[in-house]
């Protein structure tokens, strides 16, 4: 058998992030965690999340940016426009998440760029891509649930269309700019071109409403109407968050075995030749009688003795948490996804590691987020070979900081 691999997957490649918010730095945390040389390019007074709330660096930009190194360029300069092309020059990837043409108008765009270095995989990530005719609207997590239907079909039937509580346009798009970036990468190395990649968080998100689209397909391309925690097409049950003594459970029961162990557990086996329940089918059909019978044993336990009976018993389900539980789950601390850290700014907080795991490489230790323009002086050097009086010189000039 051969000896499985040592070294991080991507040791070596050089990055140029210039994501902001979410969508960019997300694709840049995922290729930092991967052994990129990922260096977290802002402006002089730092990118927009570290202002957000003004009280300090905010978590969730804390969580982004970790095993990146930050410099600080000023890109309305022209010494900070001819920089970021030299560095491009020497860069494997340069990512960024600004609006379609922002980085023209700084002329420093894609063409610039890659006509200074063929090899550049030039990644973009935005709301509704770089063509079409909304491709200039304005793009935010919330907008773009607002018009790619996420509103439309969350929330119960009777309420107002409802966003997700999380942010899961801004990160669908980072995941698929990362996964646009690694094929092009992998291209790359048997042609030696580089390539224009780009990810719209519009069309990353639709894949994921296909069961949503299935249940309008079923009822003839009528939108169907919001249906809370119950499945998306009526299809299948029990599906749904039960109430418990002290908070609630899910369950779903997707096979027959599923069905027919959750009966034996509740005491209801009579049910079993029921011909309302007689397939998965018929018990969406019938889901309020479904219900009936299963949420009053649930609602006599408390949820995580549901979860567990249940788990002994094969049968899907999970105890509805909260962020303090998420926070602490042992698991997921013992499985090194998150962390303790003590913060020098924020104090003791928990942070994640990437998701992505490559066997025989151990995942890299956790290095906090860099300050703005932090290591400006050692990118220039390493990338460049720039003397320390010459980066002196460009903060003087106020093109780095």
Not at 213 to 233: C, D, F, I, L
Not at 291 to 319: G, L, M, Q, T
């Amino acid at each position: 058998m051969a000896e499985a691999p040592t070294t991080p997957p991507l040791q070596g490649v050089k990055v140029l992030d210039l994501g902001q918010i979410y969508n960019g730095p997300y694709a840049g945390f995922l290729l930092a965690h991967g052994g990129a040389d990922v260096v977290k390019v802002e402006p002089l007074d730092g990118e927009a999340l570290r202002k957000r709330g003004g009280l300090g660096v905010p978590l969730s930009f804390a969580a982004l940016n970790t095993n990146k190194r930050g410099i600080a360029i000023n890109l309305k300069a022209d010494g900070g426009k001819k920089l970021l092309i030299d560095l491009a020059k020497e860069a494997d990837v340069l990512l960024e998440n600004f609006a379609p043409g922002a980085m023209e108008r700084l002329g420093v765009g894609a063409d610039v760029l890659m006509e200074a270095n063929p090899r550049l995989i030039y990644a973009s990530g935005t709301g509704y891509g770089l063509s079409g005719p909304d491709k200039d609207n304005l793009a935010m997590d919330l907008t773009v649930q607002a018009v790619g239907g996420v509103m439309g079909i969350n929330g119960p039937a009777d309420g107002p269309p409802l966003k997700t509580g999380l942010a899961v346009c801004d990160f669908l798009g980072g995941v698929h700019l990362y996964a646009a970036i690694a094929t092009a990468l992998y291209e790359r190395s048997v042609t030696g071109q580089g390539r224009l990649v780009e990810v719209a968080m519009q069309e990353a998100l639709y894949p994921a409403l296909a069961s949503n689209v299935a249940g309008m397909h079923n009822q003839g391309w009528k939108q169907p109407e919001r249906r809370g925690n119950r499945h998306p097409t009526g299809g299948s049950a029990p599906y749904n968050v039960y109430e418990c003594t002290d908070g609630h459970v899910a369950v779903i029961c997707v096979r027959e075995a599923h069905w027919t162990s959750l009966l034996d557990v509740i005491g209801r086996a009579d049910a079993a030749g029921d011909p309302r329940f007689a397939t998965q089918a018929l018990r969406g059909q019938n889901e309020d009688d479904v219900d009936a019978i299963v949420a009053p044993w649930i609602r006599a336990r408390s949820k995580y003795e549901v979860a567990e009976i249940f788990k002994a018993n094969r049968i899907p389900a999970a105890p509805v948490r909260d962020l303090t539980e998420v926070t602490a789950d042992p698991h997921m601390h013992a499985r090194g996804m998150l962390h303790d850290v003590d913060h020098p700014e924020m104090g003791k907080i928990v942070l994640p590691s990437s998701p992505l795991r490559f066997a025989g490489s151990e995942p890299p230790a956790l290095q906090p987020e860099p300050e703005v323009g932090e290591h400006t002086a050692a990118v220039l050097a390493d990338w460049l070979g720039m003397e320390a009086n010459d980066v002196h010189r460009m903060k003087d000039a106020g093109v780095v900081g």
